[in-house]
Nanobody, 125 residues
């Protein structure tokens, strides 16, 4: 299982970015996918998670109302739309998955086995 995260960059406070996590080559809708982030000097934290079908989602409190997770199983891609970005959202963002996690619920954690390389999001004026 290989995951490819992309879409990071430099954005001003209040701006938007859309991250993508592509996962070619496997039965994509069998897998929950999570987005995590790690800021310098801080532990990795879960941002959002989506079930295999996309029907169930989870958001950390600090992104609720600002970020939206979605998936296009035909394209084997999960998206994280990030709006109203704040400087404290600055971090390397990672997507992750694990076939051992029940696909029908948006339940992810940092113990997942497969991680993509991160994409850097910098929110600064």
């Amino acid at each position: 299982v290989q995951l490819q995260a992309s879409g990071g960059g430099l954005v001003q406070p209040g701006g938007s970015l859309r991250l993508s996590c592509a996962a070619p080559g496997f039965t994509f809708d069998d897998y929950v996918i999570g987005w995590f982030r790690q800021a310098p000097g801080k532990e990795r934290e879960e941002v959002s998670c989506v079930s295999g079908s996309g029907d169930d989602t989870y958001y950390a409190d600090f992104v609720k109302g600002r970020f939206t997770i979605s998936r296009d199983n035909a394209k084997n891609t999960v998206y994280l739309q990030m709006n109203s970005l704040k400087p404290e959202d600055t971090a390397v963002y990672y997507c992750a998955t694990d076939p051992g996690y029940y696909k029908d619920y948006a339940s992810c954690d940092a113990g997942m086995d497969y991680w993509g390389k991160g994409t850097l999001v910098t929110v600064s004026s």
